[in-house]
């Protein structure tokens, strides 16, 4: 049995039709099982687009990593051509690395300052040198 109006099949059971939401109840039923209505096929619904994933960024090769590795090793170029690189538009594992190396320096930078300052305080504190407990 399909719909008297969009033709989409349902059943007897069925007071309203899925697909339009025509009352199937008000029609007769010598109209809704009507041959000529029986022989068109009801209507295929529209395919769904799948949508393509998007292509993977291309590997760094191991080359690109050690030269990234060596403008680790350089003072203030680091930092430069890292925070330019972390800005990047593109995600790509150079702004990733980028962004893990400037996290790394910021890391080093803050213990280097806690363990300078924590010396400082030390001397400070005993301006003729100290001694741990084990060593008088």
């Not at 697909?19 to 039923?29: D, I, N, R």
């Not at 996290?103 to 803050?110: G, K, R, S």
Request: glycine letters at 4%.
């Amino acid at each position: 049995m399909y719909c008297p109006e969009c033709r989409y099949p349902v059943t007897d059971r069925d007071q309203f039709c899925g697909q339009c939401g025509y009352e199937l109840a008000a029609t007769e039923p010598h109209l809704a099982e009507d041959p000529q209505m029986a022989a068109v096929p009801p209507p295929n619904p529209l395919p769904v687009p799948i949508p393509m994933p998007a292509a993977a960024p291309a590997a760094l090769s191991p080359q690109r990593y050690f030269g990234m590795l060596l403008l680790m090793c350089l003072p203030l170029i680091n930092l430069i051509v890292f925070t330019v690189w972390s800005v990047g538009r593109k995600p790509t594992q150079r702004r990733n690395f980028a962004r893990a190396a400037l996290i790394f320096l910021l890391v080093v930078t803050l213990l280097a300052a806690f363990i300078i300052a924590w010396y400082e305080l030390l001397n400070v504190l005993y301006p003729y040198g100290w001694k741990w407990a084990w060593q008088t």
